[in-house]
């Protein structure tokens, strides 16, 4: 023995004090979700209770550097894990193409000469032939990727932008957004929302816990991350609110429901129908040994 203890099979911790069942941190330091006694770490924590700060990838996707928990990106790259292509800007100036196009269709010409007409002799044929051309020099001068949840669009100083598909954000649109309802009682990842500790549901509004369990039970989730109260013996219900009926025969309303007491003990149960309960084997071959027949290994 190295004077550690050695724990029973249900227990754990350094000194025992902690059920399989439950984490270190029930929070997980508010940066995670305990499940069958782990905390799963939210993105960008990490250690034993989420304690510890990390990157959200640990080689920052390649583009940067992780120093502290946080990924410090190499030039041309954005974003918490340096996933995010910083986009270049390409001014397409609408006055400048203009003017470009307009000399082009009407040629060049020495001062001083008329200048030259289309074959039709309208001018007015010249000036919608001048803005097809305009129009497409600046469509083709709209040439961010913005990825299939976004189209690529001008402002207003004709600079190339990503405009977003509803229910997606970020620089590209490669940001999936949450219902607004999660954010009561979870955050959002990727367009997943991740509960608080005893919050269930798609979008976080089901207590799994009502009440905190009336402050006796304990709040734990399942393997599909489900929360519910954990009840101890003497109480029962979904907040563990109500009392359980523990002591059979003493007449007396310990369940606090204002009804005659009902005890659900087996034994009891058996008496009340005028069962006469028969000793199990075991029993009756050590009452042939001890002459007791309440013995037991």
Request: proline share 5%; hydrophobic share 20%; net charge negative.
């Amino acid at each position: 023995m190295d004077g550690s203890c050695q724990c029973y099979p249900e227990w754990k911790g350094r000194e025992c004090e902690i059920l399989w069942s439950e984490c270190a941190d029930p929070t997980c330091s508010g940066h995670g979700q305990c499940v069958t006694g782990e905390c799963h770490c939210y993105d960008g924590y990490g250690g034993e209770s989420c304690e510890q700060r990390t990157c959200i990838s640990s080689n920052c996707t390649g583009h940067g550097v992780c120093t502290d928990g946080t990924c410090r990106c190499f030039s041309g790259w954005s974003g918490a894990a340096c996933d995010i292509p910083v986009p270049v800007m390409h001014t397409a100036s609408l006055n400048s193409a203009a003017f470009s196009t307009e000399r082009d269709a009407m040629g060049s010409h020495p001062p001083g000469t008329n200048r030259p007409t289309t074959s039709s002799g309208s001018s007015r044929g010249g000036s919608d032939s001048t803005r097809a051309q305009l129009d497409e020099r600046v469509l083709k001068s709209c040439d961010l990727d913005c990825g299939s949840h976004a189209q690529c669009v001008l402002n207003k100083a004709d600079q190339p932008l990503c405009q977003c598909e509803p229910g997606w954000s970020g620089l590209l649109c490669d940001r999936k957004l949450c219902d607004p309802r999660c954010f009561d009682h979870g955050h959002c990842s990727n367009g997943t929302c991740v509960c608080q500790v005893g919050w269930n549901g798609k979008h976080c509004t089901l207590d799994g816990c009502p009440d905190q369990c009336s402050g006796v039970g304990r709040c734990l989730a399942d393997l599909d991350g489900l929360y519910s109260c954990h009840c101890p013996p003497e109480r029962k219900g979904s907040a563990c609110q109500a009392k359980v009926e523990l002591i059979c025969d003493d007449q007396e309303d310990n369940d606090e429901d204002h009804s005659p007491p009902t005890c659900w003990d087996l034994k009891s149960q058996l008496r009340t129908l005028g069962c006469t309960l028969v000793p199990d084997l075991i029993s009756q071959l050590l009452s042939l040994v001890h002459g007791k027949a309440n013995s037991r290994y």
